[in-house]
């Protein structure tokens, strides 16, 4: 008996994923439970385990192809059977995308990959292809006649086009006004400039690419690079810093370090933090808010996200309803979803619906930040490195845990005054720990 492999649902508004990485190739023993593939969405990688023990006897979408929740990815079979899909019931499912762009008039003219001239003998339409390689053709004007697909059906995948734009023959169909220029393989650098013809008036590049390689962007990095542009054209960034004692909290956690430990939980500094930003929004609502033409809407909810390095990226898993638990509670809720995190094993609805962040930059030794709001939301807290620092108290010296803490909130919602009343309390608050 065969079992598809299908993309699931991963969250509220997720309707779609883009395989990332294919774990298992045809012809592996996969038993249960095992992780499959990556599939990437917007803001989370995630992996698709096996419901069953077989083979992997088919893989039906390529790596980088975008398709809708419900695609049946894959095919395992028991290891004495090799059915298809289409013997199952359901079958597969057919893969939504898009057509290709139109081509320019310009791109049907022959281009030269390493002095090898190279036509157009794809047919004038494409086929079908998933959103990120329409998406990468718009974005370099790519002729998809030109480029041989290497997917089911002679499917143009991402790679087909990652290894096209490497091949650096998109030149001639970016730019056809510039004369082909035809280089052999034997020939020295120093032929290749001056066999060069050069147009009448040219035009410089004023940024020129350097040399080197070109490391393709993820679904993450991408989602990543828009978000923060997007904040910034946003919101009128205003920072404001502040020095926190965290002695008393340090105290605390030291006495109550190991009775956690026994409940199987890791005490850190980030529940305080949790905590006592949730306690502060319940007392500042706009802090809590997001502008909208109509006025700015006050959440009733306190879902607070706490941003994450992972390889390849950021993340920023959201602890719902904060204000609704205790210390040991979130200090639970923290280390699951920050281990989750670390492996890709977040789903897309635990990364949604925040309405505030805090970053922990000083986590790899920064003092201070100036955070990007996450938006829709009003702010962001930084935390920097928390330190032992001489300090005067009463006109006398003293030793104590402290830590620089910064606030960028957007300055249509919120004021200096404002900004500062809500810092304070949270500062009130860690300050005063019992």
């Not at 047919?123 to 998933?130: A, D, F, L, P, Y």
């Not at 989602?223 to 009128?236: D, F, G, N």
């Not at 910064?406 to 004021?415: K, M, P, T």
């Amino acid at each position: 008996m065969s079992i598809n492999i299908v993309l699931p649902e991963m969250g509220e508004g997720v309707i779609e994923g883009t395989i990332g990485q294919w774990l298992k190739k045809v012809g592996d023993k996969i038993k249960a439970y095992d992780p499959v593939l990556e599939v990437e969405t917007d803001k989370v990688t995630t992996e698709i385990v096996a419901e069953g023990e077989g083979v992997l006897t088919e893989i039906l979408v390529p790596e980088g192809s975008t398709v809708a929740v419900g695609t049946v990815l894959g095919v395992i079979a028991g290891e004495q059977g090799s059915r298809g899909a289409g013997e199952q019931g359901g079958g597969s499912t057919a893969v939504p995308s898009v057509a290709s762009p139109v081509p320019s008039p310009q791109s049907s003219k022959p281009i030269h990959v390493n002095g090898q001239p190279k036509t157009a003998t794809r047919e004038t339409e494409v086929g079908w292809i998933s959103p990120v390689v329409a998406r990468m053709a718009a974005e370099h004007g790519l002729d998809l006649r030109q480029i041989e697909g290497s997917g089911k059906d002679g499917r143009i995948t991402k790679k087909d086009v990652l290894a096209y734009l490497e091949s650096g023959a998109t030149t001639q169909a970016v730019a056809p006004a510039t004369p082909t220029v035809t280089v052999s393989q034997p020939e020295t650098a120093k032929a290749a400039t001056t066999n060069v013809s050069r147009p009448s008036s040219p035009v410089p590049n004023p940024f020129p690419l350097p040399a080197g390689d070109v490391q393709p962007l993820t679904a993450m990095r991408r989602a990543i690079a828009e978000h923060m542009v997007h904040s910034k054209r946003t919101s009128p960034h205003v920072t404001t810093m502040f020095e926190f004692d965290l002695t008393a909290v340090a105290t605390h956690r030291s006495a109550h370090r190991a009775a956690f430990e026994r409940d199987g939980v890791k005490l850190t500094f980030m529940p305080y933090w949790v905590m006592a930003v949730a306690e502060a929004l319940k007392k500042h609502p706009l802090a809590n808010g997001q502008w909208t033409d109509e006025g700015i809407l006050l959440k009733k909810e306190i879902n607070i996200g706490m941003a994450a390095a992972i390889p390849g990226g950021l993340i920023v898993p959201v602890i719902k309803g904060a204000d609704n638990l205790n210390l040991l509670g979130l200090a639970r809720t923290i280390n699951d979803l920050a281990e989750r995190a670390r492996v890709n094993r977040l789903q897309a609805d635990e990364v949604r619906g925040g309405t505030f962040s805090i970053t922990n930059h000083g986590a790899s030794g920064s003092l201070m930040g100036t955070p990007i709001i996450n938006q829709p939301q009003v702010g962001i807290l930084g935390i920097g490195l928390i330190e032992k620092r001489v300090k005067v108290i009463h006109d006398a010296i003293a030793i104590r845990t402290c830590a620089y803490v910064s606030f960028s909130f957007d300055h249509r919602i919120l004021d200096g005054a404002t900004a500062d009343a809500f810092v304070m309390d949270i500062k009130k608050r860690m300050e005063g720990w019992q």
